[in-house]
């Protein structure tokens, strides 16, 4: 096949190799869409110097990721996970998709068809903690990252990998350091059976009051199951039927400590003496505990990339073993 010139452009269309000349070197005196017109015929025509932006670029391949979250209306602490984890999957070319489940499950819920007709390369799990739900995302046979799970669906019952915010050592020299400030009185406030990560934050208390030989008083601990939306209501029932108070109390998370912060601000006269709180995650949006309380900084946007390149190593390694992968927080103690 004879290599095609500009001659062969302009004869094509009828216009002067001077004109083309002047298109294929940006010259005045070519209108842009005579230009167009030129690049199009020397594309047809497979001229081998069309300019870098008309030439044939591969399409590369674009992945959708299912999101399945239960709680639309996130905090802060959830949404910064996602932002991130949705930068880094654009950056591999990877659609984020949200997809809401509810927080508990009904005998009519089936899961989104999404998830099941193929139209989705894997899937990430937030804040989903009900059991029959984890259940059905478990037996998709998707690549799929959790982060976190319920105590009763372990690491080695997942069908996909596991990353977990480090919660037993982080609480453990929490409750220290309460222990070496002088209190030997503290209660644990959080239901334990609603996430993994409650449990261990529960057992690293309970580890740290053991090493002390300190007792762990029930009627200080408040762990049995809370649904997500009555924790004011159990909360202040709880501290509503106290006899005698300890000097601190460890919560679960700042979301726990917040609610109890209001409760002693507005019950002030109850109190034998000051009790002072503990947090988790260091949720900034509760401002009554924010900078007051010693909580644990949890890195979310460090946590968004993790889950995005973990769902991609899945993806491209189904085969490799699933893993359970701690992310280290930072303690945080206010300057008061």
């Avoid at 503290?186 to 334990?192: V, Y």
């Avoid at 990560?197 to 007792?215: S, V």
Wanted: proline letters at 5%; one cysteine or more; charged letters at 20%.
């Amino acid at each position: 096949m004879e290599k095609i010139t500009m001659k062969d452009i302009a004869d094509a269309l009828n216009i002067s190799r001077v004109t083309v000349s002047k298109a294929f070197n940006n010259q005045a005196g070519v209108s842009d869409s005579l230009r167009e017109l030129i690049f199009a015929k020397a594309k047809e025509l497979g001229y081998s110097k069309l300019p870098y932006q008309f030439m044939e670029q591969p399409q590369e391949e674009q992945r959708t990721i299912s999101l399945i979250v239960s709680r639309p209306d996130s905090a802060l602490f959830w949404t910064n996970i996602i932002h991130r984890m949705a930068q880094e999957l654009a950056s591999y070319n990877v659609n984020l998709l949200y997809t809401y489940v509810p927080s508990i499950y009904s005998k009519n819920f089936t899961l989104p068809s999404i998830l099941q007709n193929g139209n989705v390369d894997g899937i990430i799990v937030l804040n989903v903690y009900d059991q029959e739900i984890l259940n059905m995302v478990n037996a998709l046979p998707l690549p799929k990252v959790f982060l976190d799970t319920i105590p009763s669906l372990t690491d080695a019952q997942l069908s996909g990998d596991l990353l977990l915010i480090e919660g037993f050592r982080t609480e453990s020299k929490i409750t220290d350091l309460l222990i070496q400030d002088g209190h030997t009185e503290i209660g644990f406030l959080g239901d334990i059976d609603y996430a993994m990560t409650n449990k261990e934050r529960y057992l690293g208390f309970c580890d740290c009051m053991n090493k002390h030989e300190l007792i762990v008083r029930s009627e200080y601990c408040l762990t049995g199951r809370i649904d997500i939306f009555s924790y004011a209501k159990k909360l202040y029932a709880f501290l509503d039927e106290l006899k005698s108070w300890p000097t601190a109390f460890v919560c679960a998370s700042d979301y726990v400590a917040n609610f109890v912060q209001a409760y002693l601000d507005n019950n002030a006269r109850r109190l034998p003496h000051p009790v002072v709180l503990t947090g988790f995650d260091n949720m900034g949006e509760y401002t009554n505990v924010a900078g007051h309380i010693i909580t644990a900084n949890v890195p979310t946007e460090l946590i968004g990339k993790r889950l995005a390149l973990q769902l991609l190593f899945r993806s491209e390694h189904p085969e490799a073993p699933y893993e359970l992968t701690f992310v280290k927080p930072s303690i945080i103690i206010p300057h008061i």
